[in-house]
């Protein structure tokens, strides 16, 4: 599913941010990205869908070689990969279903397509009352699940999720968890960089450490670890 | 997996969002819309303008040069056959179109109707050559036949308008020259504008255009609507040049025509003239708007 091979990513400022890193995640996985800030967790996740490129490496996404991947078929990658991000990127001036539906207007689905596969994801997300409802009239939870939506409305195989509850209260971050168990159990797999010990040491799942630019943990249910 | 070549046909359904969508802008920034469709205007107004007179002053050069004549003035010492026999050979000259004969005695009276009556001493004995007026059928052969002319028996002076001609030809030159580098200039400026409006409606969609990509847009799909907005420009600041120059050329010519009846100086005719000259300027409308925001998508659009 995800496979890097010794990749190593020095950006213009001489900062390497990946130094030999190697890890392979199996399809239908959940794993967590952690590690301190500045460790290259968000290059690590950045460069699964070619938000960064590696300066030298493989990494391969369902059998796509990013190294080699012309920037014209990038969008087809991205079609294949579902981003969620901690400020949920959602356009204020669209409604709930219009954020949604949005994501598939532009890489040019049919307008029945659009209707079916948006309400259907947004049932799953639980927004089916709000759907009318503008960005700023709902929490951050919620808006957060908006974004989720998007994210999976096209059926992507991966879902990559970087601090997906960095701005929420625990509660809700609870709450984005389990929408994120749901979405996995369906066969979707999940990478995802977060801070959040307690998450991490609950919901039990491959565990990565980044550090320094490499990996320097890699445990089948491990718990958040080290300190920071 | 990606083996699949997907095909890249615009469907007719996102071509219709993609001009949605430019409409919408052009709205959403008015005053930058206003100012470059402004500039566009003014610049196309004067290109127009421009076109105009330099058509028809080269419509002028035409006809001028078209009226060249040459005249051949038999040696005043030859007999009336030996200058019909000039006449003839001069008729017989490749390219020659008309040869018109005039007698010592007219054109003694044509000089002076033109210098006065102190030449009429002259009636007594006429010291001029009888004439011969010879056009030819491409004035472009003038100087070739003239010089041939010079070559035959009787002829005694061959005299054509070069100089007339070729300071014409300066004139409209350099008047071309200056009016090209001021509308360069013109046009340079328009465009400026358009890829500046263009770079407005960038910076305002930025987030718009990331989450696009990151869903997998193409890059063209980011890109159409604002190509499209730039040709909206380019088309809206057409219009009223396109307007004002056909009905004012309309009314000129209308005005104008019936006075210069049987002058060498004609209007050029309305019906291709002025479709030809719309189609101009809706093409360099066209043109300044797509280069205008074509310039600023590939700067500020790293798709």
């Known amino acids: 599913m995800i496979v890097m091979k010794n990749v190593y990513k020095k950006y213009p400022n001489g900062v390497v941010a990946a130094n030999g890193i190697n890890i392979e995640i199996n399809r239908g996985e959940f794993v967590y990205v952690v590690g301190p800030s500045g460790a290259g967790k968000s290059t690590f996740i950045k460069m699964m869908y070619r938000e960064e490129t590696s300066t030298s490496g493989d990494i391969i996404i369902n059998g796509i070689n990013l190294a080699t991947l012309r920037n014209k078929r990038v969008p087809y990658l991205r079609r294949q990969i579902g981003v969620v991000f901690q400020d949920f990127k959602l356009l204020p001036k669209l409604n709930v279903y219009e954020n949604v539906a949005f994501a598939l207007e532009v890489i040019e689905e049919s307008p029945s397509q659009i209707r079916k596969k948006v309400n259907d994801v947004l049932a799953l997300v639980g927004l089916t009352q709000k759907a009318r409802m503008f960005p700023t009239e709902l929490s951050g939870g919620e808006q957060q699940r908006v974004s989720i939506a998007r994210s999976i409305v096209n059926v992507p195989k991966v879902v990559i999720a970087d601090e997906p509850t960095g701005n929420l209260d625990p509660e809700t971050s609870w709450e984005i968890m389990r929408i994120f168990e749901q979405i996995n159990a369906r066969g979707t797999t999940i990478v995802m960089a977060t801070h959040n010990r307690e998450i991490v040491n609950t919901m039990r799942h491959r565990v990565i450490v980044v550090e320094g630019g490499l990996i320097t943990r890699d445990e089948y249910g491990g718990d958040y670890g080290y300190e920071g | ?303």
């Not at chain 2, 006429?126 to 052969?141: C, E, R, S, T, W």
């Not at chain 2, 890109?223 to 004012?248: D, K, T």
């Open chain 2, 1 to 303: 997996m990606m083996n699949t070549e997907v095909i890249t046909v615009m469907k007719a359904r996102t071509f219709g969002r993609h001009i949605r969508e430019s409409l919408k802008s052009l709205r959403r920034n008015s005053w930058m819309t206003f100012a470059s469709v402004s500039a566009v205007t003014v610049t196309l107004l004067l290109v127009g303008v421009f076109i105009v007179i330099m058509m028809n002053l080269n419509q002028l050069a035409d006809s001028i040069e078209n009226d060249v004549e040459i005249k051949v003035v038999a040696d005043p010492a030859a007999d009336e056959a030996a200058v019909k026999e000039l006449q003839k050979k001069v008729s017989a000259t490749a390219g020659v179109l008309e040869v018109v004969y005039a007698s010592r005695d007219e054109e003694l009276d044509k000089m002076i109707q033109s210098f006065g009556d102190e030449l009429s001493l002259y009636k007594q004995s006429n010291p001029l050559g009888d004439a011969l007026y010879v056009k030819a059928q491409d004035p472009q052969q003038t100087a070739a036949i003239a010089n041939k002319i010079n070559t035959y028996d009787y002829t005694y002076e061959v005299v054509y308008g070069e100089d007339k001609v070729e300071k014409l030809f300066k004139v409209l030159n350099a008047s071309r020259n200056v009016g090209l580098v001021l509308i360069l200039a013109l046009l340079f400026t328009a465009m400026f504008l358009i890829s500046n409006t263009i770079r407005i409606t960038i910076v305002a969609r930025r987030k718009e255009i990331e989450i696009m990509k990151l869903v997998g847009a193409t890059n063209n799909f980011v890109r159409v609507p604002f190509l499209l907005e730039g040709i909206w420009l380019g088309i809206l600041g057409a219009a009223i040049p396109m307007l004002l120059i056909s009905i004012s050329y309309y009314n000129l010519y209308e005005y104008w025509e019936p006075k210069l009846k049987g002058e060498l100086f004609q209007l050029l005719n309305t019906t291709p003239f002025i479709l030809q000259l719309n189609g101009l300027i809706l093409f360099m409308g066209i043109f300044i708007g797509v280069w205008g925001s074509f310039m600023s998508v590939r700067k500020f659009l790293k798709v």
